[in-house]
């Protein structure tokens, strides 16, 4: 039987590795758990029907809109949404 990266059941095949400090809670590695853990996100914003946009700008507008965010107190990217939704509205 070959040892998998993924596969944590087994106990009897991982019972030489020492592991020092806190158990882990997920037996997957940190990588995988971020591809999965962004995989879910996805399919969560997909079942709410958003869809992803992305785009740069400099650091003085990004400072801009996260200032105005806060003023505002929504987050930055529902800010952006409501600034996008009333220009199209004019």
């Excluded at 993924?6 to 591809?35: C, H, M, S, V, Y």
């Excluded at 853990?37 to 801009?64: H, T």
Aim: proline share 4%; aromatic share 4%; hydrophobic share 30%.
């Amino acid at each position: 039987m070959a040892k998998i990266a993924t596969d944590r059941t087994t106990i009897d095949l991982f019972a030489q590795e020492k592991r020092p400090g806190r158990p882990k809670t997920n037996p997957l590695p940190r990588e995988e758990q971020l591809k999965l853990n962004k995989r879910n996100q996805i399919k969560r914003d997909r079942s709410k029907g958003l869809k992803r946009i992305e785009f740069k700008v400099s650091d003085q507008l990004y400072a801009a809109l996260s200032q105005q965010a806060d003023q505002a107190e929504m987050t930055r990217s529902a800010y952006i949404e409501h600034i996008l939704t009333q220009a199209l509205t004019r």
